[in-house]
């Protein structure tokens, strides 16, 4: 079984990893759902182009965390009378707070969201309910697939914030440190419960991430 490697990213000069993880939160959701503060996440901007960058990352985040939410609604059409569905809905809760906290940010910051929110509601919840169909193993392959790659791409946005200016962006660091840390304890969650056992699992892995890329890609831009 391969586990997802965690980055620890690393002050310049130091031997101390930035941004330590919050620890297994996977657990207990609610104690994730207490540690996000009501704080101004954004930062004042000093010109029109780091306004840009910050309206670009929360519009893929939310649009991350919208899609999220909707492959677990599909997962769970399936398999909610199941004995995973406990398991499920738990990681579905974290993800419904994650998405409340982007929308608050949207709102509070006037950061228009994708246009492409209908796209990936139905896309997202097609993605979820088909993985599903394959049983609990085709879920779970999916959540490893899919929490991998918002995993990495919170670590990139940690990097950017990083090399910029950490102290400006000590907030907006925070959480999303905090929700990159609930995609992999999502990611660990699916190994531990069979995602590899699935038939083609490596070749749903690299479709399904294939996927996440693009719509991370457009995400931002559109």
């Known amino acids: 079984m391969h586990r997802f490697v965690r980055p620890q990213l ?27 503060r009501g704080y ?21 985040d939310h649009a991350g965390e919208y899609g999220a939410n909707r492959i677990y609604a599909g997962q769970m059409a399936v398999l909610g009378r199941t004995q995973i569905s406990p398991l499920i809905q738990e990681m579905w809760d974290q993800e419904k707070q994650h998405l409340r906290k982007f929308n608050e940010i949207l709102a509070e910051n006037r950061v228009r969201p994708t246009l492409l929110l209908p796209l990936w509601n139905i896309a997202g919840f097609a993605l979820g309910a088909g993985s599903a169909l394959l049983g609990k193993e085709g879920a779970m392959a999916c959540t490893v697939a899919v929490e991998e790659s918002i995993s990495e791409h919170y670590n990139s946005q940690i990097r950017t914030l990083m090399e910029k200016d950490p102290e400006k962006y000590t907030e907006l660091l925070q959480l999303i440190k905090e929700f990159r840390d609930d995609e992999m304890e999502h990611h660990d969650t699916g190994l531990e419960h069979d995602a590899e056992s699935v038939p083609g699992y490596q070749l749903m892995k690299a479709i399904i991430q294939v996927g996440c890329k693009a719509a991370i890609y457009i995400s931002e831009r559109l």
């Open 10 to 36: 690393m002050l310049r000069d130091s031997k101390q990893p930035l941004l330590p993880r919050a620890g297994h939160l996977c657990t207990n959701h609610k104690s994730v759902v207490s540690s996000v």
């Open 40 to 60: 101004v996440v954004l930062p004042p901007t000093s010109d029109e182009e780091e306004k840009a960058m910050l309206h670009r990352m929360m519009r893929v």
